[in-house]
């Protein structure tokens, strides 16, 4: 595998929609301007969801949105970072809950439709979904199974030890930040690290650790050349 085959056929596995944009969306953007599009492995959706809403004035309140008005959004932003659309169907906030080999088996079925030359999981932080998820892409990809690159991204600030990076050109960010935009059903407090205000802060930290202006950071969990 030569350094830059690991683009070819990248799998991204995003336990929800909006992961995979937080976690890569500048290279998602820069493969799909550039004719080798990712597919977007998304492992949960559910009719009826619901989102935290945190208010300047200190309060919170759950506000709900239907599940089809999310994969709108999914749709859109695939447009908008031109990335293949793979919907795993499980249920959401609950992947905590299935036996682990079901969410496995899923993986390993994406993987021999996509044969991807890379993996990404994302960090998995705070959230249940994104251990499941992450401890699941991690058995999937077990070398006698698969032998290929692996990488985990940053969902948010913090997560991540960065030791790959991608530099990003201006129209990768503001790709990305349109897809963000987006998907409104997830929009947060710009105290949140998920707020895009976070997004841009993270791309410039990102960028000037390796002396650019703009970059992503990913960390390699495996590399093959």
């Not at 597919?39 to 009719?47: D, F, K, M």
């Not at 021999?112 to 030359?117: D, G, H, N, S, Y």
């Not at 994302?122 to 199974?145: E, F, K, N, S």
Request: net charge negative.
């Amino acid at each position: 595998m030569s350094l830059e085959s690991w683009r070819e056929r990248l799998l991204v596995v995003a336990p929800h929609a909006d992961d995979e944009t937080f976690a890569c969306g500048g290279l998602l953007a820069q493969l799909g301007q550039g004719g080798t599009p990712a597919a977007v492995l998304v492992v949960s959706n559910r009719l009826v969801d619901e989102k935290l809403q945190h208010r300047e004035d200190g309060t919170s309140a759950y506000r709900q949105y239907s599940g089809e008005t999310r994969r709108q959004e999914l749709v859109a932003v695939a447009e908008i970072l031109g990335f293949k659309v793979i919907e795993g169907g499980f249920p959401l906030h609950q992947l905590d809950t299935i036996p682990r080999e079901q969410l496995i088996h899923a993986l390993e079925r994406t993987m021999e439709q996509v044969r991807p030359t890379c993996v990404l999981t994302i960090a998995p932080g705070y959230d249940q979904d994104h251990q499941a998820v992450h401890a699941a892409v991690l058995a999937a990809t077990r070398p006698h199974r698969y032998g290929g690159c692996i990488l985990v991204g940053e969902s948010q600030s913090g997560q991540i030890r960065p030791n790959l990076y991608v530099t990003l050109s201006e129209e990768d960010v503001a790709r990305k930040c349109q897809a963000v935009v987006t998907y409104q059903t997830q929009r947060v407090d710009p105290r949140h690290p998920q707020s895009l205000e976070a997004v841009q802060n993270l791309l410039r930290v990102r960028g000037r650790e390796i002396f650019s202006h703009y970059a992503e950071g990913f960390e390699v969990v495996r590399w093959v050349v």
